[in-house]
């Protein structure tokens, strides 16, 4: 008996254990499920204020992304060809809400001298009240 009195406390204990980890899982998935759907409804923001650009082909989007490649090609001598902004996202550039200042942080695409087309990395601060852009950033081809 002492046997089986074993047996069953092994197979209870191993029991508890095994609906403990399934519950410990389920509730971890759960949660995260939950976050994610409060996540997307919150209000579309990154942790660091971030937002990202719902459309890519927005004219004004588009103008930040052309901007980038003229000034580039203006700072480095370079010829490439603005094609497209391929995704992004932009934020308040925190000052006065009145101002309507814009960071940019946008992945486009254009071509080079040789007619191929790559995807670079730019960030550009739009300042409406000063009617100008200012490219802080142009990195690639990634």
Known sequence: MPISFSHNFATHIMGSSYNI???????????SF??????????KTLDDGWTPIKDPRDP?????????????????????????????????????????GTNYNLTIAAKDGDDTLRNYVTLVIDRPY?????LVSFKGPI
Request: overall charge neutral; cysteine-free.
């Open 21 to 31: 980890l399934l519950f410990t899982i389920f509730i971890f998935l759960s949660v």
């Open 60 to 100: 004004k989007v588009v103008s930040v992304g052309n901007f980038a490649v003229t000034t580039h090609n203006s700072q480095t001598k370079s010829s490439l060809v603005f094609y497209s902004v391929v995704h992004g996202e932009s934020k308040s550039d925190g000052e006065s809400k009145s101002d309507g």
């Open 130 to 134: 000063q009617n100008s852009f200012v």
């Open 34 to 43: 939950l976050f994610d759907i409060s996540f997307a409804s919150r209000g």
